[in-house]
């Protein structure tokens, strides 16, 4: 993708409207899902993060190769998966933020689904997030969550898709999710955005069910990567009958909306719903994604998987891992990042492995305060600002061998695989 020299801040505005010609290659996970004519995808828009990143890395051969390919062009890659859509800047799970991940690049669009009391399946992060980020607790269904705003004074609102119909569900509006804690009025709790976010884009936020996501993907010529998330088993068990059903349930809406397994990577940090869609849908679960919680900062630490695990679930069926990308990388003598031993341990059982989530953390200062995906670099000896966040990135696609990545802003990883030739 090289091209002729031009400077960063003009190919911040060529970037913004470069369209690309897509191909499909054969491969199932580079599939192009809705382009059977064959024309090109005139609607990929990179924006200026990428190249304003690229810009302040240190010089040398990453920095050269990143920048060679300022002036794209730039295409839709299964590399760059929207997490949540594009939830850095756009409410998380809402039409705007998967059109957003989508325009982006992003190959693959996520909706985390949960249920309403009258078993719809919905997109959300969780099953009781509406609290913070909907506008649910200035609104009259404030009344129906479990523990209404303001709450008591050692327990904070708590607001369930499954408090809701799938009716008074669509009336609410998606935001930022954040709170303030302690507020005064309803007002003021939904407050709290971060100020390495922004609240820019909460004019709208169309919250969405599985279907309408499917149906937007299909329009966007995007792949789906819907999680089954957990939740109240008291009210699965009501709704659903049990936790398979649950999980059979979310594989039938893909089926009635007529979705190519192909084009889906179906996931959920629960093993049994791994293991029910691999025995009893074979074709979805073929590229089942088992997300690997992972956390030596958790209270206790939540620990890799063992060797004998890895393998174990590799005779189970199991082709794709996903662990969270602070527990693929390292930092060596040299102050370099490299594959950490798990990374290495991962792919030597044979499993593909994707990843979660870029561009979620507040790096204007480095890895030591960026909190959880940068653990692997406590002092910020490797990564000590926002642009250093490629080089995280290079090992984790050319020495660590990742098939994706999860990212809050979809045009920072589109960027990336685009000028490294990764479809």
């Known amino acids: 993708m090289r ?12 970037a913004a409207f470069a369209a690309t010609a897509s191909t499909a290659p054969a491969a199932d996970i580079n599939r192009d899902p809705g382009n059977s004519s064959g024309r090109p995808d005139q609607s990929i828009q990179l924006g200026p993060r990428p190249f304003y990143l690229v810009q302040g890395m240190d010089d040398g051969p990453l920095k050269n190769k990143l920048a060679s390919c300022q002036a794209g062009p730039f295409e839709r890659t299964d590399f760059s998966i929207g997490h949540r859509g594009a939830a850095l800047q756009f409410p998380e799970h809402t039409r705007e ?3 957003a991940g989508a325009r982006m690049g992003a190959g693959i669009v996520e909706c985390d689904v949960t249920f309403t009391k009258d078993g ?4 959300r992060h969780a099953e009781c997030d509406l609290h913070t980020t909907t506008n649910i607790v200035a609104t009259d269904l404030n009344a129906k969550c479990s523990v209404p705003w303001p709450g008591s004074t050692t327990v ?10 799938l009716t008074e569900f669509k009336t609410l509006t998606g935001k930022m999710d954040s709170s303030v804690p302690g507020a005064l009025t309803p007002e003021e709790y939904l407050g709290g955005t971060p100020d390495w976010r922004t609240d820019l884009y909460e004019g709208r936020g169309t919250l969405m069910t599985l279907r309408e996501s499917i149906a937007l993907n299909k329009q966007n010529r995007v792949k789906h990567t819907p999680e089954l998330k957990e939740g109240n088993p008291d009210r699965i068990n009501e709704v659903f009958g049990s936790q398979a059903a649950y999980a059979q349930r979310m594989i039938d809406v893909l089926k009635e909306e007529g979705v190519d397994p192909r084009d ?3 996931q959920s940090f629960n093993l049994d719903d791994i293991l029910y869609w691999i025995k009893n849908d074979p074709e979805f679960g073929r590229q089942a994604v088992y997300l690997d919680d992972v956390d030596p900062t958790a209270d206790p630490p939540i620990p890799p998987l063992s060797h004998e695990e890895l393998v174990k679930i590799r005779q189970e069926g199991v082709n794709i891992l996903a662990p969270p ?11 370099e990042i490299v594959p950490s031993a798990y990374a290495q ?3 030597s059982v044979g499993l593909d492995i994707i990843t979660w989530t870029f561009e979620r953390s507040d790096l204007r200062k480095g890895a030591q305060d960026a909190g959880f995906y940068y653990y692997f670099d406590p002092e910020g000896r490797a990564i000590k600002k926002d642009s250093d966040m490629y080089k995280a990135l290079d090992v984790l696609a050319k020495r660590v061998g990742i098939r994706g990545i999860f990212s809050d802003w979809a045009a920072t990883v589109t960027y990336y695989a685009n000028c490294m030739g990764l479809k």
Do not use: Q, W
């Not at 091209?3 to 801040?9: D, E, G, V, Y």
């Not at 719809?120 to 997109?123: A, G, I, K, T, Y």
């Not at 990308?325 to 102050?335: I, K, Q």
């Open 120 to 123: 719809e399946l919905v997109c």
């Open 264 to 266: 889906v990577f179906a």
């Open 97 to 99: 933020a998967y059109e």
């Open 325 to 335: 990308f602070p527990a693929l990388l390292d930092v060596n003598a040299d102050d």
């Open 345 to 347: 341990d991962i792919k």
């Open 156 to 165: 904070g609102p708590k607001c369930c898709t499954s408090d809701l119909t």
């Open 3 to 14: 091209s002729r020299p031009t400077s960063i801040a003009v190919a911040a505005v060529v």
